[in-house]
C-alpha cells in the first residue's frame, strides 16, 4: 500500500504553492513534513487528502489514480492544529463517530474508544462536552477520533502544537508506536527539526513549496543534499560563511585556517561556504583544533538550561546556543570557538559537497 504523488503542482491565481512534486509514502510509515510557515506543508496535505486537485500531475493510492477523487470517498483522517469535534456530543461519542458511520460493532468501538481514550488521558473527560474541556483536552479529543478511525492514510497538521509540554512530549514518544502497529501511512506536519529526530520514520523538507529532501530523518538532517534543506533542518537555522580551499588548507574568515583531510583533501582549490549548526559555536575552545572567531554581542536568550547569543560577525548574522546561564554584555567584542569536524561543505550554488566529520561517524 502506498501513496504516489507524481509531478504533482499547485498553483492559485497565477501564485505556486507547490512546485512539481515527486513523493513516494510507503505503508506503515511516519512521514514528517518539515519547513517554516507558509513553506507548503498544509498545501501538500491537502492534496494528499483531496481536500484539493492538484495543477498538474497525478495521485496514485495503492497503485489507482485518485487524483479527482472526493475526500469524502478516501479512507482519509485528518487532525489540524485548530482543534475541530462535534460540540453537541461527548468526549465518547466524538471518538466513537467514525467507526459508528462504518457500522462496528458496539463492544468492539467501546473498546477501541475506552483503549484510545486512556492513552491520550482523556478517560475522566468521556461524559463531558467538548466545550467543557480545555484547549489542549479539545485537541487530545481529536487526535483520538483520528486514531479510531482505522484510515489507510492519517494527516496530522501541527497537531501537538496547543498542548502542554509534558503531554507534548509523551504523545511525541507513543505516537510512532501506535502509527507502526496500525499499518496505515502517517504524515506529521511540524516546523520543528527536534519534534522530527525524536518522531523518526522519513522527513521531507520543505522551502517555499518545494521539497529539498525526502528520506530517513536521520540521514537528511546528517547530511541535508544542499544548504537550503541544512537551514530547515536546524533550529534555529544553520550558520554560514564563505570560505576558500586552496592546497590542504580550508581558509576561513579572521584569518582561521583547518586542515583538509579526507575528503576535503581531494577537493579542487575555490570558494565554498561552510555551514554549522548553532549548538557546535562554543564560548571556550574545547579542543587543540577549534578555531576562533571574533564577534560582536547583539542579543542574549536565556532558556534556563541553555543560552542563545546573537553574533554580529562582519555583518553575518550567527546564532549559538551554549549550555548554562551566560551573562554577557550586549554590545561588547566576543570571541567564540568552532570545532573543524562540526563543519559542512556546500558549494557556491547551496550544493552539498562534503557533510561535517561527526555526522559520518554518527
Known sequence: ????????????????????????????????????????????????????????????????????????????????????????????DNIASPMRLTGRDRAEIDAAVRKTADLLQLTPMLDRKPLELSGGQQQRCALARALVKDAGLVLLDEPLANLDYKLREELRAEIPKIFEESGSIFVYATTEPEEALLLGGNTATLWEGRVTQFGATPQVYRQPADATTARVFSDPPMNFLAISKAGNKLMFGD?????????????????????????????????????????????????????????????????????G???????????????PAHVYIFAEDGALVAPAAYALAA
Open 1 to 92: 500500500m502506498t501513496l504516489e504523488l507524481a509531478g504533482v503542482s499547485k498553483v492559485v491565481a497565477g501564485e505556486t504553492h507547490i512546485h512539481p512534486t515527486d513523493l513516494v509514502l510507503e505503508a506503515g510509515t511516519m512521514n514528517v513534513l518539515l519547513g517554516p510557515t507558509l513553506s507548503g506543508k498544509t498545501s501538500l496535505m491537502r492534496l494528499m487528502a483531496g481536500l484539493d486537485v492538484p495543477s498538474t500531475g497525478r495521485i496514485l493510492w495503492r497503485g489507482a489514480d485518485v487524483t479527482g477523487m472526493r475526500v469524502q470517498d478516501r479512507k482519509v483522517a485528518m487532525v489540524y492544529q485548530q482543534f475541530i469535534n462535534y460540540p453537541s456530543m461527548t468526549v465518547y
Open 325 to 339: 546561564v551566560q551573562h554577557l554584555s550586549l554590545g561588547a567584542p566576543i570571541d567564540v570557538y568552532l570545532d
Open 255 to 323: 584569518g582561521q585556517a583547518a586542515e583538509a583531510t579526507g575528503k576535503l583533501a581531494d577537493l579542487a582549490d575555490g570558494r565554498y561556504l561552510a555551514g554549522f549548526r548553532p549548538n557546535h559555536l562554543a564560548l571556550n575552545q574545547h579542543s587543540g583544533t577549534a578555531m576562533k572567531f571574533d564577534c560582536r554581542l547583539e542579543v542574549t536568550e536565556i532558556t534556563g538550561s541553555e543560552t542563545y547569543v546573537h553574533l554580529d560577525h562582519h555583518g553575518e548574522r550567527w546564532v549559538g546556543l551554549v549550555g
